[in-house]
């Protein structure tokens, strides 16, 4: 499956931006889904992630400003970001597990598919 992440940009302090992340096969909605990002001069970092059937975790860092969704019918998950802050400015990557999980994983080396980066830039 190939995945198409969209919806970067730049966007003030405090602002919102929504991410998409579209899969070319059906069987992306079968799959857990996790959005990471990688900020100038750190590592990639897990920021949010969905399982098949909707189960939802985030990183401490997001929580209470981004939510994760799905919509199955589109082969799409949504990261959407609000009270955006200067240190959320990174490169986002979605990325695909096809494991069926309770919770998708945090690890990076656990997801096999990734699409291309989008970048977000959050002006102070």
């Known amino acids: 499956v190939q995945l198409q992440a969209s919806g970067g940009g730049l966007v003030q302090a405090g602002g919102y931006l929504r991410l998409s992340c579209a899969g070319s096969?059906?069987?992306?909605?079968?799959?857990?889904t996790g959005w990471f990002r990688r900020a100038p001069g750190k590592e990639r970092e897990f920021v949010a992630g969905?399982?098949?059937?909707?189960?939802?975790n985030y990183a401490d860092s997001v929580k209470g400003r981004f939510t994760i969704s799905r919509d199955n019918a589109k082969s799409t998950v949504y990261l959407q970001m609000n009270s955006l802050t200067p240190e959320d400015t990174a490169v986002y990557y979605c990325?695909?597990?096809?494991?069926?999980?309770?919770?998708?994983?945090?690890?990076?080396?656990?997801?096999?598919?990734w699409g291309r980066g989008t970048l977000v830039t959050v002006s102070s």
């Open positions: 990325a695909a597990d096809p494991r069926r999980l309770g919770v998708a994983s945090a690890s990076r080396y656990d997801y096999n598919h």
């Open positions: 969905i399982t098949w059937n909707g189960n939802t």
């Open positions: 096969e059906r069987t992306f909605s079968s799959w857990s």
